[in-house]
């Protein structure tokens, strides 16, 4: 499992998926999305544009990240 540090209040699912190149595209994150491959807290999810916070951790395939706020 990889920690993202989130600078803001929130960020995009197809936003972290292409900022950590889990797709490699923003096209790409939303096919992974829209076929159900993407998972937050265990869940399918399906929306493209999903808020993530701290605490709430993304899986695709074999990849796990958990959203931490960032260390000031």
Known sequence: M???QLQGEFIEL???L???ALAPSGGGAK???AAGEVHVD???E???RRKLRPG???SVADDEIRIVKAVP
């Open 18 to 20: 292409k900022l950590l």
């Open 31 to 33: 096919a992974l999305i």
């Open 46 to 48: 399906t929306r493209i």
């Open 2 to 4: 990889q920690d993202f």
């Open 14 to 16: 197809n936003v972290l």
């Open 56 to 58: 709430q951790t993304v």
């Open 42 to 44: 265990g869940l399918v």
